[in-house]
Nanobody, 128 residues
Framework: VQLQASGGGLVQAGGSLRLSCAAS????????MGWFRQAPGKEREFVAAISWPGGSTYYADSVRGRFTISRDNAKNTVYLQMNSLKPEDTAVYYC??????????????????????WGQGTQVTVSS
């Protein structure tokens, strides 16, 4: 069970980045997927999530309208397109997976503790 995040980097405010998270088949199949982020000295917070097979998406208020989560089930990959980036978006971004085959309510996707598998994180730095 592995999640491999990539795509982070340094970008100026107003710029864009696309994060990718490649998952092993067992993790990805029938699993809700999420992105979280953690800035220095802060708690890890929810950013976005997508249900299996992708009909529902969820966003934190701070990123709604700027970030888009999507998934390619044939490639076992989930993406986070980040536009109009702000310095306050600077953080380590983690992808995470829920257990497959379990029913989750909409509110569950925002709950960090319900994600069973985590990637290693990728750094996003937005300069002003």
């Amino acid at each position: 069970v592995q999640l491999q995040a990539s795509g982070g980097g340094l970008v100026q405010a107003g710029g864009s980045l696309r994060l990718s998270c490649a998952a092993s088949g067992r993790t990805f199949r029938r699993s809700g997927m999420g992105w979280f982020r953690q800035a220095p000295g802060k708690e890890r917070e929810f950013v976005a999530a997508i249900s299996w097979p992708g009909g529902s998406t969820y966003y934190a208020d701070s990123v709604r309208g700027r970030f888009t989560i999507s998934r390619d089930n044939a490639k076992n990959t989930v993406y986070l397109q980040m536009n109009s980036l702000k310095p306050e978006d600077t953080a380590v971004y983690y992808c995470a997976a829920m257990s497959g085959g379990t029913y989750y309510s909409s509110s569950d996707y925002y709950t960090r503790d319900l994600y069973d598998y985590w990637g290693q994180g990728t750094q996003v730095t937005v300069s002003s």
